[in-house]
């Protein structure tokens, strides 16, 4: 029984973890929309969350802090710089920038969406064995 739900609450605390940096990652998009030369960057979030949650042996090499990198180009959260893709530019422009303002907006309120669900699936798992644990 423990370990289910130590195992449910890693996943879903893995899964949030992913969601915030890409959340992140998505804004920077957005925020360079008008720079000259810049590509923009997304995560493979189904390869990314496997290997998040299948490699412990990775989680050992985390910077401290949230955002931070370590010497081999890994942030706190597990994710190295070879999770990130660059995103297909739906149309080429002349300054060379890829980001596609629709498509990124799509993908902020999606990613938002799927975020605010694992808080959900978070809360109601802490919810439902804290009734359990009280008899409730």
Not at 23 to 34: E, F, G, K, P, T
Not at 108 to 116: P, R, T
């Amino acid at each position: 029984m423990l370990n289910g739900l130590t195992s449910t609450l890693d996943f879903h605390g893995q899964a949030l973890t992913l969601r915030s940096e890409r959340q992140r990652l998505i804004a920077s998009n957005i925020a360079n929309a008008d720079t000259p030369g810049y590509v923009a960057r997304d995560i493979d979030f189904a390869k990314a969350l496997t290997a998040a949650t299948g490699s412990q042996a990775s989680r050992g090499l985390a910077a401290s802090q949230p955002g931070h990198r370590g010497a081999l180009g890994v942030s706190a959260n597990g994710l190295t710089d070879r999770d990130l893709v660059y995103a297909m530019p739906g149309q080429t422009s002349i300054d060379g920038n890829s980001v596609d303002m629709d498509r990124e907006r799509a993908s902020f309120a999606d990613n938002s969406v799927k975020y605010e669900a694992t808080l959900r699936f978070i809360n109601s798992s802490v919810r439902t064995t804290l009734s359990a644990i009280t008899g409730q």
